[in-house]
């Protein structure tokens, strides 16, 4: 994280967490991640989310929570015995090394230190955040190329851009930092820190630092771990190079067998003509009339007789069929490759492992497994899970769904619940993939039989269990949108990744 975009992010926090109560602490990574639940007067929850890591480090206030793992680490079990339930008493900070102080109110008065280098730790003392830094003129920020080693907030990225500016935009630019007026805030488009400065290329544009963290973090602390980060790189780039260009060779081999299954055509063709040619010998072509698909050329072995031409281009066509049927199996494993995401495609897995998980489901994923549940890949690649009964429906709420994943259901008539996963709270999800997964909701409900109906969408969030109500009924608190939607039964075969083939209850 740069440090003078941090300084604006944690000079908005300072404005902000005052008298917030902290909940709770999660490690949602192990070892380099925390989220803290806030309470703030007057906003509701929100989380912390901050991880530490040279190069790697970020922090941003998030309304998603982040999925909690069942065993927290002994930081977060030290955190909570010692912070949990108290309230923000101020914010200070060390900017220029990245270094946030939290203090807590409560006898004694404890500190939380978050290092976006080092890490976290809690504080008893009174230890001083560090004060205003000293800024070196430009001359010497632009002759000293390691000139962050003395003074760390003159990073490498504010070393670019004074360099690409001419001297009076440099000058502005330094001025503006100096005295905290940084204004707006940059976000590169495809990824990177945040920046109190445009950026070389396009770029998104923010009036707060905690908006513009929340864009560029929150997609990338939702969906990446650090095992995850280590099996991405070449090895994880070069399978997906590898899957694609075995894509276009299942291309140039089904171009080719439907070239062979079109000799089916010829062969009637000739079948049509066959006593004409009975002993004659052949030639190496023949323009024939087919009584479908007209005026078809005909090619021949002239070695061959006429029948034996005729049920070669039979058995041509044929082995063309056949070869169509493997080639789709493998173009569906293919793209279910391009779907998965790389860090797991970067994740060797032994003979064991694969063997175990395919006796379990051959497509469902692992959290999901113990669950009730008949999965579901909408055309554009997103996860539909649908409860196959009551019991299964409240578990994947209160268990597998994350409170930012959409939430389906049939209006007003009983019905299966569907989850239809994101990745982080900011993801945008395709239209189509929205009317798929109504679609499976309306199917397993009581509109089935009219074909067409009603079906509400909310986000997890908004969906609560009724205390003492049966399993399976909620309140929703929001409607986002209710769907009109037609119910094909043909949908669910279509996108349907694994189950058992039970039906549902509704």
């Known amino acids: 994280m740069e440090a003078n975009f941090f300084r604006a992010l944690t000079t908005e926090l300072g404005g902000l967490l005052p008298g917030a109560r902290l909940n709770t602490v999660i490690d949602p990574i192990p070892g380099d991640t925390l989220a803290l639940e806030l309470y703030l007067p007057g906003a509701g929850r929100r989380w912390l989310c901050f991880r530490h890591g040279r190069g790697e ?32 008493a101020g914010v200070e900070a060390d900017w220029p090394n990245l270094r946030l102080m939290l203090d807590f109110f409560g006898d004694p008065p404890r500190r939380l230190l978050l290092d976006a280098r080092h890490g976290a730790e809690a504080l008893s003392g009174d230890e001083p955040p560090g004060g205003e830094p000293e800024w070196p003129n430009l001359a010497r920020i632009l002759d000293e190329p390691d000139i962050w080693r003395e003074h760390p907030h003159i990073s490498p990225p504010l070393r670019e851009a004074f360099g690409r500016l001419d001297e009076s935009e440099a000058r502005d630019l330094l001025y503006r930092l100096r005295d905290g007026a940084e204004g707006t805030f940059h976000v590169p488009f495809g990824g990177g ?37 280590q099996r991405t790189g070449r090895a994880a780039k070069s399978s997906r190079k590898k899957t694609k260009r075995r894509l276009a060779h299942v291309d140039r081999d089904e171009a080719r067998l439907r070239s062979m299954v079109d000799e089916q055509t ?20 023949l323009v024939l009339e087919h009584p479908e698909h007209g005026r078809v050329t005909v090619n021949l072995d002239p070695a061959l007789s006429a029948a034996a031409n005729m049920e070669r281009l039979f058995r041509k066509a044929a082995k063309g069929r056949r070869g169509l049927e493997h080639v789709a199996r493998r173009r569906e494993e293919l793209h279910e490759e391009l779907r998965t995401p790389v860090q797991e495609q970067a994740a060797p897995r032994s003979a064991k492992q694969r063997e175990r998980d395919a006796a379990v489901s051959p497509a469902l994923p692992k959290r999901y497994r113990d669950l009730e549940v008949k999965a579901y890949r909408t055309s554009d690649g997103f996860l539909a899970l649908r409860g196959r009964n009551a019991k299964a429906n409240h578990k994947l709420l209160s268990q597998a769904a994350s409170p930012f994943d959409y939430w389906f ?19 945008e999800v395709p239209r189509r993939s929205m009317e798929e997964a109504a679609a499976l909701a309306g199917l397993a409900s009581g509109l089935a039989p009219d074909g067409v109906g009603d079906v509400q969408c909310a986000q997890v969030r908004e969906v609560r269990k009724i205390k003492g109500a049966p399993h399976g009924l909620v309140r929703v608190d929001k409607v986002e949108e209710v769907f009109r939607v037609s119910l094909d039964p043909g949908l669910e075969a279509a996108l349907i990744l694994g189950g058992s083939g039970q039906p549902d209850s509704t």
């Not at 009036?207 to 997609?219: F, G, K, N, Q």
């Not at 009983?414 to 996963?421: E, I, N, Q």
């Open 409 to 427: 259901h049939a209006k007003d008539v009983p019905g299966a619940h569907v989850v239809l996963r994101r990745d982080h709270p900011s993801q």
């Open 266 to 285: 010829a062969a009637e063709a000739l079948s049509l003509v066959l006593h004409q040619w009975d002993g004659e010998k052949m030639p190496s072509e």
């Open 193 to 229: 820190d945040p920046l109190p400065w445009p950026p070389r290329g396009a770029s998104e544009t923010y009036a707060s630092a905690l908006e513009a963290a929340r864009a560029a973090y929150e997609p990338l602390f939702f969906s990446t771990s650090e095992e995850q980060r």
């Open 57 to 88: 480090n970020l922090l941003f206030l998030s309304q998603a929570k982040p999925q909690s793992r069942e065993r927290p680490g002994g930081l977060v079990m030290l955190l909570r015995k010692h912070f949990r339930g108290r309230r923000v």
